[in-house]
C-alpha cells in the first residue's frame, strides 16, 4: 500500500492519516489523469501526422474553433437606465 502511494506522490504522514478507501479513490483518480495524458499525446502525434501530410495547412484559428476559450463571445447589449427603469415598471406595475 505504501508503495502506491509513493508512487502516486502521497507523503508518508498522509499515507498514514488515509483509511484504505481513500487511498483507493486517490489511486484511481491518479490513474485517470495519466490515461487523460496519454490520450492528449496520442492525439498531439495523431493530428501532427496529420497536419504533415496536408498540402497546405489550415489556419490556426480554424484549427481551434470550437474549443473553450476560443469562442467569440457576443457583444452584451448595454441598456440605459431608463430602459431599464421602463422594464421594471411595465414588469411589476401591472401586478
Same mark, same amino acid.
Given at each position: 500500500?505504501?508503495? !502506491?502511494?509513493?508512487?502516486?506522490? !502521497?507523503?508518508?504522514?498522509?499515507? &498514514?492519516?488515509?483509511?484504505?478507501?481513500?487511498?483507493?479513490?486517490?489511486?484511481?483518480?491518479?490513474?485517470?489523469?495519466? !490515461?487523460?495524458?496519454?490520450?492528449?499525446?496520442?492525439?498531439?502525434?495523431?493530428?501532427?501526422?496529420?497536419?504533415?501530410?496536408?498540402?497546405?495547412?489550415?489556419?490556426?484559428?480554424?484549427?481551434?474553433?470550437?474549443?473553450?476559450?476560443?469562442?467569440?463571445?457576443?457583444?452584451?447589449?448595454?441598456?440605459?437606465?431608463?430602459?431599464?427603469?421602463?422594464? !421594471?415598471?411595465?414588469? &411589476?406595475?401591472?401586478?
Amino acid at each position: 500500500m505504501i508503495r !502506491i502511494a509513493a508512487h502516486i506522490k !502521497i507523503k508518508p504522514a498522509e499515507f &498514514w492519516d488515509m483509511t484504505p478507501s481513500e487511498l483507493t479513490l486517490y489511486s484511481e483518480g491518479y490513474t485517470e489523469s495519466q !490515461i487523460e495524458s496519454i490520450k492528449q499525446s496520442i492525439a498531439s502525434a495523431y493530428y501532427t501526422a496529420k497536419l504533415m501530410r496536408t498540402k497546405s495547412i489550415p489556419d490556426l484559428d480554424r484549427l481551434l474553433k470550437g474549443l473553450d476559450g476560443n469562442k467569440k463571445r457576443k457583444k452584451e447589449k448595454v441598456q440605459a437606465p431608463e430602459e431599464i427603469a421602463k422594464l !421594471i415598471k411595465n414588469t &411589476w406595475g401591472n401586478m
